[in-house]
């Protein structure tokens, strides 16, 4: 069932697994749930469910406040951008192997790339994607927005259109659940990249 948030439609990838109440969108990943392409094996996980909608044309940004119960390794509320599955991107507040919130990045041309950005007190941070031109800027904030830092500047190289919203993981565990408040989709240019304005 389609949801509307914040005026726009989002498609799930699978039925009865988000749900949207007073504007708090919360989506459940099963066992063993993950999108991952292995770099050295090319083995790929592309499970998790996801919740997507087309952006607006030219620049925009989609931004949330991401809460995750974290309970197993790699448990993740995550802000996706997809273009089919050997083009991807997603930005993620993820639970790392040192029991700790972590935000983290991943980008997919084929196979999949992975790189840590910093650990987050507590089990809430900010998140947005903005695309820019032809490229795309991942940025954290930990403090609801007011500042935010740069984690990865990217292209996807997919001549494929584009779709955004959001996803759930547990790659190692049993469930995890996710809830995704604040939402905004617009059209926007990010001024600038550095200091994420």
């Known amino acids: 069932m389609d949801l509307t948030i914040a005026g726009l439609t989002f498609s799930p990838s699978e039925p009865d697994v988000w749900t949207l109440d007073d504007g708090v969108l919360t989506g459940v990943a099963g066992p063993r749930t993950d999108l991952f392409v292995d770099p050295t094996s090319g083995s790929a996980s592309l499970n998790a469910p996801r919740l997507q909608t087309v952006p607006p044309s030219g620049d925009f940004q989609l931004r949330a406040q991401v809460d995750v119960e974290f309970a197993a390794t790699y448990d993740a509320g995550v802000l996706l951008l997809w273009a089919g599955e050997h083009a991807w991107a997603k930005l993620c507040f993820e639970y790392s192997p040192q029991a700790s919130g972590m935000v983290v990045s991943v980008v997919t041309r084929g196979r999949s790339d ?64 996710a809830r995704f408040r604040h939402i905004a989709l617009q059209s926007a240019t990010l001024a600038d990249l550095r200091d994420g304005s």
Do not use: K
């Open 114 to 177: 992975d790189a840590n950005g910093y650990t987050v007190d507590g089990s809430s941070v900010a998140l947005r994607v903005s695309r820019i031109g032809g490229a795309y800027a991942f940025h954290a904030s930990i403090d609801d927005g007011l500042t935010w830092d740069l984690v990865r500047h990217f292209s996807l190289d997919s001549g494929a259109d584009v779709t955004v919203g959001f996803e759930v993981q547990s790659p190692t565990g049993d469930a995890c659940r």
